[in-house]
C-alpha cells in the first residue's frame, strides 16, 4: 500500500479501498473463502450451505429523505446475502452511540430497523451496544451480520462471468446517493430524490427461479455501478461494454450530477441489483426481476465479451466509446 | 425520462455536426479548450473519436485547480497548520499536491480542513467557532470570484472578526495571451469557456482575432455545444475568418454579468499571479483591496511555507499549455495514477491527465 496514512478515500468503494482490503487485510487474514472477495461467504457447515456477511454503516445524516441508518444498516446485509443467492435469515446489529445522542433519534431509527427486518423477512436476533464520548462518533454507527442458506449445488461468483453473457440492473441509478447528499449541511438543494434503500432478497430468489444458471449478483452500493462492473470484469478475466442509453437515471438525479460534477455510473445505490445471466436466460431472468419487488423499471444495460480482461466501456449515445473506471478517491462537487 | 438536456445530447444532432465538422475541416488545425468542464465533457462522451484527422483537440489552462502553483498551495496549507485556524474549501483542492503534502494529508494528520460548498458556508463555521480563525481558501475564475467577492462584502457587513480569505483566483483572457505568444503551442483556434463567459461577456476575447487572427468561440458543454463550437471554428478557419463567436447562446450574451464583474472588482484588484507550467503572467491574479485587509489570510495569517520544490520529472506544466498530451508524460498511468497523483492535472476532477486516465484506455496497459 503506497498511503502511509488512512484517508477518507480509502472507505469509499472504489479503487483505494480496493488496494485497502486486498494489500492489508486479505494478505494478513488470508482465508481462502476470504480471498473469493464476494460480498457473502459461503460456507460449508453440517447438514446446511451458509451465507454469511457484515457491513458497517457511518452514513451521515442518519436521517435522508425516504430513509434512515437503520433501514440502510438491515437492507444492506440483507442484501449482501442475497446475493450469493442465499435466503437471508438471521441478523446481528451492533450500536456505537455517541454521548449525548437524543434517545427519540434512536428509537427512530430502531422502528425503522425493526420495519426493514419484517419486509426482508429476517429476524434480528443478537446485538451490541457501546457508547463512545461526544464528539468520538456522528451519532450512532451500525454494524449488521447476517446469515442466510444457500441452496443445494448454487455456487454464484463475480470470478464467472463469460464471454456473451448479458448484464441486468434492476432499476434507475443514483437515488441513494444523491438524496444523502442533497440534505448534507451546506449543500441542501431541493429534489424529490428519495433514497432507494430496499431488501431485494425477493428479487434475487425470484431471478434464480427463473434461470437457474446465473453466474452472480451484485448490489452497486458505494462506488456505484462502475465499482460494482470494474469487480466483475476484474474478477472474471472478460470485458462488459454497458449502452449508455439504455441505463435508467431519473431527470433530478441527472441534474443532481450535472450541477455537482458526479458521474452517476459512480453514485452510491442501495436498493439496486445487477446481475449476470448467460445470453439464453436474459429474457426469463428479465421478466423475473419486473414482477418481483422494487424490480419494476428492471433493463439489460450491457453484455460481456472475451477481453481485454478487467476493462468496463460505456458506448455513448453518439456511437463513442469510453471507459468506466472505478471510483478513485471519493467524489466531490466541481468549483467551476 | 427525458429532460431539458436530452435536446443537447440527440444522436441525430450530434451525427449531422459531426457530419459538418468532417466536411469543413480540410486543414489541419490545433483547437484548445480551456475550461475543465470541456476536458471532461471532451472525454467523457468520446468526442475526440469522432473528430477528422485534421482536427487536434488540445487541453489548455482551463482547471483553475490545476493551475495553482506550488507555493499557492504550499501557503494554504502553511495556513491550515497555524494554531486555531480551520481551512475551509471546495473539495477539488483537497488532493492537490504541493510541494511536500496535500490538504487531505494535512487533514489526516489533524489539522481542521474542511470541505464547504459554498464561501458563505465557511462564514457560518467562523459565528458558530468564535475561538477558531476560519480562513477560506478561494481557487477559481472569473466564474467563482464574484461569489468569493460577495462573500468578503458580507464578512464585512456581519463584522466578523475571525473570518479571512486567502485569494487565489486568476483570470483567464490574459492567460489565452500568453499562450498565443509561446512558439511551442502555436494554437489555431480557441474553444472558450461558457461559464467564465457569462460573467465576463465576449469584449475580454476580441484581442484573439483582432491582434492575432485566432478565431474563437464560447461554447457551452453537452456534447452537442462541444460539437457545434468545434464546427463554428472550422468554418471560420475554411472561411479565412477570425471573430469572437458564441455557440451558448443560452447561457452567454455578448454583455456579460456587470453587476457580478462590479462585485469582482469592489474586493479584489489584479496583481501578477503565477500559473503553473506557464510562470508569471502580468495582471491575471486576484488579491483582496487594501480596503478589505482585515479579511485578507495573507494579512491575518502571517506564515512563511517551505522553500518550494517541483516534483520531478511532473509534466503537468507542458500538459497544461497543450505542448505535452497527458499520456506522453514519462510518470501517466505509472508513478502518477488519481489514487497515488503526483501532479495536479491527475488530481482534480477536470484535470485533462484525470480526464484521459478515467475515460481512455491510455498507460493503463
Known amino acids: ?336 | 425520462m427525458s429532460s431539458v438536456l436530452d435536446g443537447f445530447r440527440d444522436p441525430e444532432v450530434a451525427k449531422r455536426l459531426v457530419d459538418a465538422i468532417h466536411a469543413t475541416a480540410t486543414v489541419p488545425c490545433k483547437l484548445m479548450e480551456v475550461c475543465g468542464t470541456h476536458t471532461m465533457a471532451i472525454a467523457k462522451h468520446g468526442l475526440r473519436g469522432l473528430m477528422p484527422e485534421t482536427i487536434t483537440l488540445l487541453s489548455g489552462p482551463g482547471c483553475p485547480v490545476c493551475v495553482t502553483a506550488n507555493p499557492d498551495i504550499d501557503l494554504a496549507i502553511e495556513i491550515a497548520r497555524q494554531p486555531g485556524v480551520v481551512l475551509a474549501t471546495f473539495g477539488d483542492m483537497m488532493k492537490v499536491p504541493g510541494s511536500y503534502s496535500s490538504l487531505s494529508g494535512e487533514k489526516a494528520d489533524g489539522r481542521d480542513v474542511r470541505i464547504v460548498y459554498s464561501p458563505l458556508d465557511s462564514l457560518t463555521i467562523a459565528e458558530k467557532e468564535p475561538d477558531k480563525h476560519v480562513v477560506f481558501l478561494g481557487v477559481g475564475f472569473e466564474t467563482t470570484a464574484p461569489t468569493v467577492a460577495l462573500t468578503i462584502r458580507e464578512a464585512a457587513r456581519r463584522e466578523l472578526p475571525n473570518w479571512s480569505a486567502l485569494s487565489l483566483h486568476k483570470t483567464v483572457p490574459e492567460a489565452l495571451r500568453a499562450l498565443v505568444n509561446d512558439p511551442e503551442v502555436q494554437i489555431t483556434g480557441f474553444i472558450l469557456p461558457g461559464h467564465v463567459s457569462t460573467i465576463i461577456g465576449t469584449e475580454p476575447y476580441e484581442f484573439l482575432a483582432r491582434e492575432y487572427g485566432v478565431p474563437s468561440v464560447i461554447t457551452g458543454f453537452e456534447p452537442v455545444d462541444v460539437l457545434q463550437g468545434v464546427w463554428m471554428l472550422s468554418k471560420q478557419l475554411a472561411e479565412g475568418r477570425a471573430e469572437v463567436e458564441i455557440a451558448y447562446g443560452r447561457g452567454v450574451d455578448a454583455e456579460g454579468n456587470p453587476t457580478a464583474v462590479a462585485a469582482m472588482e469592489a474586493a479584489f484588484e489584479p496583481v501578477d499571479a503565477e500559473w503553473r507550467g506557464i510562470g508569471v503572467i502580468p495582471g491575471t491574479g486576484l488579491a483582496l483591496r487594501p480596503e478589505f485587509a482585515q479579511y485578507d489570510a495573507r494579512v491575518r495569517v502571517p506564515c512563511t511555507p517551505p522553500e518550494p520544490r517541483e516534483i520531478k520529472g511532473c509534466q503537468c506544466g507542458d500538459v497544461l499549455r497543450g505542448v505535452t498530451l497527458p499520456f506522453d508524460c514519462k510518470l501517466f498511468g505509472k508513478g502518477c495514477t488519481p489514487e497515488h497523483p503526483i501532479g495536479p492535472c491527475m488530481v482534480s476532477s477536470e484535470g485533462s491527465c484525470a480526464a484521459y486516465y478515467r475515460y481512455t484506455d491510455y498507460g493503463k496497459e
Open chain 1, 1 to 336: 500500500m503506497r498511503a502511509d496514512r488512512i484517508l477518507l478515500a480509502h472507505g469509499s468503494g472504489g479503487t483505494m479501498m480496493k488496494e485497502l482490503i486486498e494489500e492489508l487485510f486479505v494478505a494478513e487474514f488470508g482465508d481462502e473463502v476470504l480471498l473469493r472477495m464476494d460480498d457473502a461467504a459461503s460456507l460449508p457447515f453440517p447438514g446446511a450451505r451458509l451465507a454469511f456477511s457484515t457491513d458497517t454503516y457511518v452514513v451521515h445524516p442518519l436521517f435522508f429523505p425516504g430513509g434512515d441508518i437503520g433501514r440502510l444498516a438491515i437492507c444492506g446485509t440483507v442484501n449482501d446475502v442475497a446475493t450469493s443467492g442465499a435466503t437471508p435469515l438471521y441478523i446481528s446489529v451492533g450500536f456505537v452511540l455517541e454521548e449525548g445522542m437524543p434517545v427519540e433519534e434512536l428509537k427512530r431509527i430502531i422502528v425503522s430497523m425493526h420495519d426493514a427486518a419484517a419486509e426482508a423477512g429476517v429476524r434480528i436476533v443478537t446485538g451490541d451496544t457501546k457508547v463512545v464520548e461526544r464528539g468520538h462518533g456522528d451519532g450512532v454507527y451500525i454494524n449488521t451480520a447476517g446469515v442466510g442458506v444457500l441452496p443445494d449445488g448454487l455456487d454464484l461468483s463475480g470470478s464467472h462471468c463469460k464471454a456473451g453473457d448479458v448484464v441486468l440492473l434492476s432499476g434507475t441509478l443514483g437515488d441513494h446517493g444523491i438524496a444523502v447528499i442533497s440534505t448534507r449541511e451546506g449543500l441542501s438543494f431541493s429534489t424529490d430524490i428519495r433514497t432507494d434503500a430496499a431488501p431485494l432478497s425477493a428479487l434475487v430468489a425470484a431471478v434464480l427461479a427463473a434461470a437457474p444458471d446465473v453466474r452472480c449478483f451484485r448490489d452497486p452500493t458505494r462506488g456505484g455501478l462502475a465499482s460494482t462492473l470494474n469487480e466483475l470484469a476484474s474478477a472474471s478475466g472478460v470485458s462488459i461494454t454497458v449502452e449508455e442509453l439504455s441505463v435508467p437515471v431519473n431527470d433530478q438525479v441527472r441534474g443532481a450530477c450535472e450541477m455537482l460534477g458526479y458521474d452517476v455510473f459512480q453514485v452510491a445505490n442501495e436498493g439496486k441489483m445487477v446481475a449476470v445471466v448467460p445470453a439464453d436466460e436474459a429474457e426469463a431472468a428479465l421478466g423475473a426481476m419486473k414482477a418481483a419487488p422494487y424490480g419494476a423499471e428492471a433493463v439489460v444495460i450491457g453484455t460481456v465479451a472475451e477481453g481485454p480482461a478487467g476493462k468496463v466501456y460505456v458506448r455513448t449515445a453518439f456511437g463513442a466509446t469510453r471507459i468506466m473506471d472505478m471510483l478513485v478517491g471519493e467524489q466531490l462537487p466541481r468549483i467551476c
